[in-house]
């Protein structure tokens, strides 16, 4: 039988964390998945400092990161109660140690930003790295308020262009949509410059049809989930706009958008595109980021 793939989830015991974790034991209930919840605990480093720390001081931190994940767990089990928790804590840097599990992640999941994190900060330096880099998509956790939970109803939104990228955020909103039994609203928006810049807009609109080009891109990029999930209902947008301004706009109301990594305008050096790090900030539910 194959190994299901957990679903892992960073905590630092922080308000952001404790949403990402009730977010994440929702998502893995509803996958049939196990949760592993991580901290990760290291010592200061500061110019001067010797490399002799007492053995004290790494079991206090130890202690700490066991207490974090104690009241983790509990929090997972307040979602889901039968739900089969893991945890660990790690003696290394958070970043690292939740790019390394992200190897063998089904999804990672971090809030916005932890105990370090500003109040005017839009996403943590944690959160950012993760969504950059880790080998398995990334939900970074947000909701309208920090206080209140994340929304678990309303639909799933994908941004589609036409890209590889795109296709396999496509078919991982497909999962996310059926497994919640939620509407998917996939949005194509067909330029990639503000809608105030075309001057005339009849000119450009004149030039071919491009509401059945997007819808072409769409029908293309859609084929065959509508036969293989016949209970899922999927509304098609076409934009005359922005991708990011058109995904921010319908977002609005959901529980999670969708976006690959990089779109069709992305340098394959890059770990993120514009329109990602966009919605991935701006955005007032949580948004999956999909690698290639």
Known sequence: MT?????????????????????????????????????????????????????????????????ILREATAEAHDVASGLEVESVVKLEATGPALLALSERGRTIVVGTRGLSGLASAFMGSISSLVARHAACPVVVVRSEDDQAPAPVSGPVVVGVDGSENSAKAVATAVREASARGATLVAVHAWSDVPLSTMDPIAQVRGLFDEAAVADAVLSEQLAGYSDDNPDLNIEHVVVLDRPDTAILDHAEGAQLVVVGSRGRGGFAGLMLGSTSIKVLRSARCPVMVVHS
Do not use: C
């Open 3 to 67: 190994e299901v793939k957990p679903v892992i989830v960073g905590t630092d015991g922080s308000d952001h964390a404790r949403l990402a974790v009730r977010w994440a034991a929702h998502h893995a209930h509803l996958h049939g998945a196990p949760l592993l919840i991580v901290t990760a605990v290291s010592a200061p480093v500061a110019y001067g400092m010797g490399g002799n720390l007492p053995q004290e001081f790494f079991t206090a931190l130890e202690e700490d990161g066991a207490r």
